[in-house]
Nanobody, 125 residues
Framework: QVQLVESGGGLVQAGGSLRLSCAASGPILSAGNMGWYRQTPGKQRELVAAIGSRTGRTNYADSVKGRFTISRDNAKNTVYLEMSDLKPEDTADYYC??????????????????WGQGTQVTVSS
């Protein structure tokens, strides 16, 4: 079964750092674009950062530029989010998202968009 498994959330004081990880598991052939989103109660899920599969080009929300860094390990089909200088407004549930490629029962390469289960990040003031 193809899935994304996240880890690394938790409680941290303002100004602190956390590292989130998201690993794809199952019969994966490769991972395409990968990204991190976050959501707070009553608000829409918003893009935090994204990274391309081939060029490694990154894209960040203005609110996290200079504080967050997204990276990936293609050999492990894993994406990371290094968060530093955390602020209370960064408090949210964080979700990873990825386009994953797998082989179906007819040996055809198929794409699928997957979400992780979410990990909570709480920043205290």
């Amino acid at each position: 079964q193809v899935q994304l498994v996240e880890s690394g959330g938790g409680l941290v004081q303002a100004g602190g750092s956390l590292r989130l990880s998201c690993a794809a598991s199952g019969p994966i052939l490769s991972a395409g674009n990968m990204g991190w989103y976050r959501q707070t109660p009553g608000k829409q899920r918003e893009l935090v950062a994204a990274i391309g599969s081939r060029t490694g080009r990154t894209n960040y929300a203005d609110s996290v530029k200079g504080r967050f860094t997204i990276s990936r390990d293609n050999a492990k089909n894993t994406v990371y989010l290094e968060m530093s200088d955390l602020k209370p407004e960064d408090t949210a549930d964080y979700y990873c998202n990825a386009r994953l490629y797998y082989s179906d029962s007819y040996d055809r390469i198929r794409p699928g968009d997957y979400w992780g289960q979410g990990t909570q990040v709480t920043v205290s003031s």
